[in-house]
């Protein structure tokens, strides 16, 4: 199902906060290698926030610790139930603790930098106060100087290399837990009922990428009782519209909370 464009609707803070993270890290190396510095400071503003709290989110980062001991426990009760399996879950489960250790030790670098760095610290100034190209800080005219002479997105990547390698990690951990369902939105729309005999902390869905090529994409609400989807589309110079037609998706319900 790799070919699938797959889109998350949390059903907790803790999972919000994971996915959150887990979007700007993507987004922080995709502006990274293709040397877009306007991008790669929106992504590190919101990663930012994420690990500072700021902006009435909450720390991240005991979110993410929070996240794997709730895996491992998951992991050791799949053990009890498939002894067979039990040596890759033990397996599995070092790892986890190591990625715990190693987040403790990399996230406090990483933070230094993020509060340290002068340029994130302009940037975030000038969001704050909704200058959003820091024309008061002549940034159209001196950005791409300073990326290129400057190095700041380098030597940030050295420090989130770990972080980066053990949030994607958990990214994969998380999309291999349950097959997918493969389901049709009648007219655009569809509602999902989580079974009550568990409890669940994410909801993926996955549509073809031809959909996506099409402006097509589904929105979410509702809560861990009952999920509403229903799929939008953008238009060229049209206003954001639902979308009426059957469309094929494929879900899988996560249960780690």
């Not at 070919?3 to 887990?22: D, G, K, M, Y």
């Not at 999902?192 to 090529?213: A, C, N, Q, S, T």
Request: hydrophobic share 40%.
């Amino acid at each position: 199902m790799n070919q699938l464009i797959r889109f998350c609707f949390p059903l907790n803070p803790r999972l919000q906060s994971f996915v959150t993270l887990r979007d700007g890290l993507q987004c922080l190396e995709r502006a990274r290698q293709h040397g877009d510095a306007y991008s790669w400071l929106q992504a590190i503003q919101d990663i930012r926030v994420s690990l500072l709290g700021e902006q009435a989110r909450k720390v991240a980062t005991p979110e993410i610790l929070g996240l794997l001991k709730s895996i491992r426990m998951h992991l050791h009760g799949i053990a009890q139930e498939y002894p067979n399996f039990q040596p890759q879950i033990s397996a599995a489960c070092d790892t986890i603790k190591e990625n715990k250790a190693a987040l403790q030790e990399c996230i406090p670098p990483i933070l230094d930098f993020l509060t340290q760095d002068g340029l994130i610290n302009a940037w975030s100034n000038a969001c704050q106060k909704q200058d959003y190209l820091a024309h008061k800080l002549y940034f159209p005219q001196a950005l791409p100087i300073f990326w290129e002479s400057l190095g700041v997105q380098h030597t940030l990547h050295h420090h989130l290399q770990d972080f980066y390698a053990i949030i994607t990690h958990m990214d994969a951990m998380l999309n291999d837990f349950v097959p997918w369902k493969e389901k049709t939105a009648l007219e655009g729309r569809d509602q999902i009922m989580p079974p009550r005999d568990k409890e669940y902390g994410l909801l993926i869905v996955g549509i073809e990428k031809r959909f996506v090529h099409q402006g097509i994409f589904p929105e979410f609400s509702g809560n861990k009782l009952a999920i509403r989807l229903r799929f939008q589309r953008f238009e060229m110079g049209e206003e954001q519209q639902e979308y009426h037609e059957d469309i094929p998706y494929h879900m899988m319900m996560v249960p780690i909370t």
